[in-house]
């Protein structure tokens, strides 16, 4: 991610940045009993009363103070200020088939109590006698918050999901939950047969369930250049399936770069829309909403295309033309992800990185002037194009984004003892023995990493240099910006896994990439952090290594040194108290487990206590790791 160069050691950080739900890279060929994918807890947004909730009195409700997160009711547990339990539960079946299963819920706490240090009030979730989580009267913050976790152990069973909210003599805390899903899929899935539409929300709109989609994208576009490369024009497409139950009656294109220019007036360029209706930009012109012609049931796919045209402005940015070189950075428009949160419209943030989108297949054909190397996402190829003219076709399988350069750049490549293919592209003013000295450390780097979360599945991997970079570097599939820094790059690199092949929704949940890569930094270059932990202090009970984007732009000044440093601190320490082994084996496990999938806070918690040889509930509170 991006950063303003505080130490060289987080500059690589800070702006460096499916349908795989969990998935591995080769899946079984023997599947178990066939498995439908479903949302097994019914009524699970109580809109249809309490049935078949059992609760206690009062519970299931729709008024006193509290809102829904969705439709008009919701369960709430305790806020009476004395000594009080309530109950909500209600029994599910995981069918036998199945072997991936995730529940999902919305939780928001308040509370009168004005301690910063003891839980006096809790809430408890359990499956099956198994508690998942708990949270107090110190998990109390605005709005709600969404909790996820792996159940998938349940399969085959019918079981008792339940809350168990306590309250002590004193304050009221009140915890309410709403939109609580369980999702089935996995084990030899059949091709499902169109569902019926769910219950429609009072807004009309059904609800989602917890299934990203669109899923399995896959772009195709083809744009030609300018002399200078900074203009290009042409076509892209894009066809999807529906991997949720929901039917889906629009996608949203997200035209991120249009944060850099004035909307309505904007780098980013999208008409001629086909395979569905396109509506006036929104969220400050970076997101479009494109309404299909009809609904897609489930296992259903559709197309969207559109012509193409992309500015791109002066500064030395991720997507910022630097002279005579310009780097193109989430200039393609991608789909935005649709889950149980709805769909992901997150603003831009140039603090660090918004995007959270599904693995995908790029096939990319760039027309170019011939004096200029186009350094990009995949396996590129080139072959002569009109007179003057290089036609450059990259083409890559199972990535996040597709990024690429222009310029009159420099290369040097190389090859890493583990076989993988490495370019260095340079601006002018980097001198020969600085290329080259990035070339070895992107080398060692990147086999590094693989040796420890799985080996890089891409053929190829490009990192463009320029000094003038203001963010430090940034990460994009297979494609590095970066300054001639030997932290900064093997940082950039560890994005590969992390935000690249371990996805994540970066704008709610950064340090699922930044902490990560910078703690795989920190292992690549034989660095133990030893006692970082003892000089963290935090600015406020609200600051949270885990809080989301939001909360670090209104924080600015606190994102690199909490998400960063207490961050992978945090993981350190993690591994000091489970020991290296067990902490060597959970990261390299997760990693497999969520290849080419996407990571959420309360999966990663789940693995770790799995691993552990000790309750983590106090560790993850000492740490402020939250999810």
């Not at 299909?292 to 559709?302: D, H, K, R």
């Not at 592209?425 to 992107?442: C, E, K, N, P």
């Amino acid at each position: 991610m991006r950063s303003t160069l505080l130490p060289l050691v987080a500059a690589g950080a800070l702006l460096a940045a499916a349908v795989a739900a969990t998935g591995a890279t080769t899946a079984t060929a023997t599947a178990a009993a066939a498995c439908t994918p479903a949302q097994v807890v019914a009524n699970g947004g109580f809109e249809s009363g309490g049935s078949p909730w059992s609760a206690s009195s009062g519970v299931i409700t729709s008024g006193g103070g509290q809102t829904a997160h969705g439709g008009s009711s919701f369960a709430w547990l305790d806020g009476y200020g004395s000594s009080h339990t309530d109950t909500l539960s209600q029994s599910v079946t995981l069918p036998a088939g199945c072997t991936s299963a995730t529940l999902s819920l919305w939780l928001h706490v308040d509370t009168a109590e004005t301690t910063a240090a003891t839980a006096y009030d809790k809430l408890t979730a359990s499956i099956g006698g198994t508690a998942l989580a708990s949270w107090s009267n110190l998990d109390a913050r605005p709005g709600y918050l969404q909790k996820t976790f792996d159940v998938s152990s349940f399969a085959g069973r019918t079981v008792a999901l339940s809350f168990t909210g306590t309250e002590d003599s004193g304050l009221q805390t009140s915890f309410v939950l709403d939109d609580i899903a369980l999702n089935v899929s996995g084990g030899g899935t059949p091709t499902p047969t169109p569902t019926p539409t769910p219950t429609p929300s009072p807004t009309g709109t059904p609800t989602p369930d917890a299934t990203r989609t669109p899923a399995a994208p896959a772009y195709t576009v083809s744009l030609s250049s300018d002399a200078s490369g900074a203009s290009w024009t042409g076509h892209e497409s894009v066809s999807f399936t529906n991997a949720s139950a929901t039917p889906l009656t629009e996608v949203y294109l997200r035209l991120w770069d249009n944060a850099h220019g004035s909307c309505p007036s904007t780098p980013i360029t999208v008409t001629n829309v086909t395979g569905g209706t396109a509506s006036a930009l929104s969220v400050a012109c970076t997101a479009m909403k494109v309404t299909l012609p009809a609904p897609l049931a489930q296992g259903q796919g559709g197309t969207v295309g559109f012509d193409l045209g992309i500015t791109v402005p002066s500064g030395a940015d991720r997507f910022g033309h630097d002279g005579a070189y310009d780097f193109l950075g989430n200039a393609l428009p991608v789909l935005a992800v649709r889950d149980a949160a709805g769909w992901h419209l997150d603003p831009y943030t140039n603090n660090g990185e918004s995007f959270y989108s599904l693995a995908a297949d790029f096939d990319v054909t760039l027309d170019h002037p011939s004096g200029l190397l186009v350094p990009a996402t995949g396996t590129s190829v080139d072959t002569p194009g009109a007179p003057g003219r290089t036609v450059t076709r990259a083409t890559a399988a199972k990535v996040r984004d597709f990024a690429w350069g222009a310029g009159p750049f420099t290369r040097i490549s190389g090859t890493s003892a583990a076989g993988v293919k490495v370019n260095v592209y340079a601006v002018s003013g980097i001198s020969s023995g600085d290329a080259q000295s990035m070339l070895s450390t992107a080398e060692s780097a990147v086999d590094a990493h693989a040796q420890r979360f799985g080996a890089y599945p891409y053929a190829e991997l490009d990192a463009v240099l320029d000094n003038g970079f203001w963010f430090g570097g940034m990460e994009y599939p297979g494609f590095v910006l970066d300054l001639v820094s030997t932290t900064a790059l093997t940082h950039e690199i560890a994005h590969q896994w992390f935000y690249g092949i371990v996805g994540d929704d970066e704008y709610t949940s950064p340090w699922l990439d930044e902490s990560f890569t910078d703690y795989a930094t920190d292992l690549a270059l034989g660095k133990t952090g030893s006692n970082c932990w003892s000089s963290v202090s935090w600015s406020s009970s609200a600051e949270k290594i885990t809080d989301s984007m939001a909360y670090w732009d209104a924080h600015a000044s606190r994102y690199s040194t909490v998400v960063y440093t207490y961050g992978k601190c945090a993981l350190h320490d993690l591994r000091r108290l489970i020991g290296d082994g067990a902490m060597s084996t959970l990261l390299h496990d997760y990693a497999q487990s969520h290849w080419y999938g996407v990571s959420t806070t309360a999966e990663f918690k789940a693995a770790a206590q799995a691993a552990a040889g000790t309750d983590l509930t106090s560790f993850w509170t000492q740490h402020r790791i939250e999810g």
